[in-house]
Structures are given as C-alpha cells and as structure tokens.
T-cell receptor, first 112, second 113 residues
Framework: GQQLNQSPQSMFIQEGEDVSMNCTSS?????WLWYKQDPGEGPVLLIA?????ELTSNGRLTAQFGITRKDSFLNISASIPSDVGIYFC????????????FGTGTRLQVTL | ETGVTQSPTHLIKTRGQQVTLRCSSQ?????VSWYQQALGQGPQFIFQ???????GRGNFPPRFSGLQFPNYSSELNVNALELDDSALYLC????????????FGDGTRLSIL
C-alpha cells in the first residue's frame, strides 16, 4: 500500500536539542496529522492540521501544513528523554472515507 | 472519558484458521477504522465502519471483513489466515467519518505460525 515519505528515517540527538522532521506526498491532502507511537502501544495523536499554510503548536511541538498541501513538518524544541519513540505523519483526503495514509516513520532517540 | 480499547492484546493462530478481533470506540465516537501495521512500517488502512456499514475499504482481500454494532463497537474478522497476516491490528475511532481526527487503541498483536 501507499506510504508517505518521511525523513529522516531515524535520528539520535542530545537532550535539549531541537528536532525537525518532514513528510512528503505525491498526492494532495486536506488534513495532515502527526502521531507518536511508543513500543507496544498504538499511535497517539499529537497535532492535527486542516488548512494549507497552517502552523499549530502543542507544547514543545510545532507542526506546519505545507502550502502545496503535499507536505508537512514537525519540530520538537528542547527535546527530553520521553520524546523517544516513532513519529508518524498521516494524510487524510476528502472523499476517501477519511482513511489515513501514513508515512514510513521517524525513529527518535534522545541521549542524555 | 474512556479511550479506544481492543481485545485480545495478543493472539497466536496457525495458517488457514479464522480470527476475530474486537474494538470498543472512544466515548461519543460513532466511526471506527481498522489498520494493519507490519513490523517496521506505518499502519495501512483496511476499512472503516460508520452507521453499521462499511464506509470505505483499502487494498485488502475479501477475507478481511468487519462488523459495527449499534453501540459503535466493531469487529475485524480474517478468514483463511496466511503467514503475511502477522501484524499489529489497530482500531481507531472518530467523531464522524469525514475529516475527523482518529484516536487509536493499543492494538492486537496477531502472530501466524
């Protein structure tokens, strides 16, 4: 099945550093969502974006809906150890039963 | 507020068998979507249920089927299990079928021997 391209695939950073990751698609989406998944658990919704160009924050997390509607970005400021996990982007298009098309994931590891 | 709950958490089956997975939606959510997540990959959409009917389907064969009940809970049934069906099966619920954020349960880990 289709998966969106996420980069980087994985990253090791030090506590306190800022993190950036992005997600690109060949298709247009009307909604972009970012999820975090910890081992043995389901994805947890972090941020939802509904308009092209929209910039939304949730604590130390900031995400943007790309102007072309084919990409999205997630930034994490001042990373902490509990930020460790896999981050997935997901796109949602109108008229597709709201199915989510997920990215390939970015695995984040934070060192002290 | 009760979140999405799935049962069982783990299941082991053999090829050719049938399996039923269960999902209770988050309070107030009337739409349930099912996803398959293979190891190391993002979830793949199987199908969605709204008003007790299938409301969209991904690229999965007919041996994957489902049900939604009047209380919005849902079942995923898989017949004639194959080795490639080994995966984490995730259920997500939402306030409606259109453009609503989906909230996931912790999944059922299905292993096929």
């Amino acid at each position: 099945g289709q998966q969106l391209n996420q980069s980087p695939q994985s990253m090791f950073i030090q506590e306190g550093e800022d993190v950036s990751m992005n997600c690109t698609s060949s298709s247009i989406f009307n909604t972009w969502l970012w999820y975090k998944q910890d081992p043995g658990e389901g994805p947890v919704l972090l941020i939802a974006l509904y308009k092209a160009g929209e910039l939304t924050s949730n604590g130390r997390l900031t995400a943007q809906f790309g102007i072309t509607r084919k990409d999205s970005f997630l930034n994490i400021s001042a990373s902490i150890p509990s930020d460790v996990g896999i981050y997935f982007c997901a796109g949602q298009a109108t008229g597709t039963a709201s199915k989510l098309t997920f990215g390939t994931g970015t695995r984040l590891q934070v060192t002290l | 507020e009760t979140g999405v709950t799935q049962s069982p958490t783990h299941l082991i089956k053999t090829r050719g068998q049938q399996v039923t997975l269960r999902c209770s939606s988050q309070s107030g959510h009337n739409t349930v979507s099912w996803y398959q997540q293979a190891l190391g990959q993002g979830p793949q959409f199987i199908f969605q249920y709204y008003r007790e009917e299938e409301n969209g389907r991904g690229n999965f064969p007919p041996r994957f089927s489902g049900l939604q009940f009047p209380n919005y809970s849902s079942e995923l049934n898989v017949n004639a299990l194959e080795l490639d069906d080994s995966a984490l099966y995730l259920c997500a619920s939402s306030l409606g079928p259109d453009n609503q954020p989906q909230h996931f349960g912790d999944g059922t880990r299905l292993s096929i021997l």
